[in-house]
């Protein structure tokens, strides 16, 4: 993740904004938040990819995740698909990313520049931050 200080901070704000409980109102501001087209097909897997990884981290993404996203959908959609329209998504996010709003989710690496992160390290990044925020407001709830 990106620095943390800007990572807790940003944490907290969704903690007063969201319902913890629902992943999937996280994950679909999230992907706003990272210029995900919501019109792409690729928003839809990614967010069941997200909700589908925070339910269960210890699945495979590829082998996994993506079988059950295409199996969820009516039309029966190849992993393949699920995964094109990912990379699809991410790189229209990328082209259009907010540098200061993706270094809260991803590592910053040589030169202060974030590095693409593929479709694997773009769900589990999301879902990590998830995970995060409803640990972080669990403890602050003790």
């Known amino acids: 993740m990106g620095d943390m200080v800007e990572t807790l901070r940003h944490a907290k704000m969704y903690a007063r904004h969201f319902d913890l409980c629902n992943i999937q109102s996280i994950a679909v501001a999230i992907l706003i938040e990272l210029n995900v087209p919501t019109k792409r097909v690729g928003f ?16 495979t993404i590829t082998k996994e995740i993506y079988c059950q ?3 969820s959908l009516s039309e029966r959609t190849h992993w393949r698909t699920v995964e094109r329209n990912i990379r699809y998504a991410i790189d229209a996010a990328w082209e259009n990313k907010d540098e200061q709003i993706w270094k809260i989710y991803f590592p910053v690496g040589e030169y202060s520049n974030i590095v693409k992160p593929s479709n694997t390290e773009f769900i589990s990044m999301i879902s990590y931050f998830i995970q995060l925020l409803r640990g972080f407001i669990a403890e602050v709830d003790k």
Not at 44 to 59: H, R, V
């Open 44 to 59: 839809e897997y990614l967010k069941k990819s997200i909700i589908l990884f925070c339910e269960d981290p210890t699945q």
């Open 69 to 71: 996203v295409g199996n």
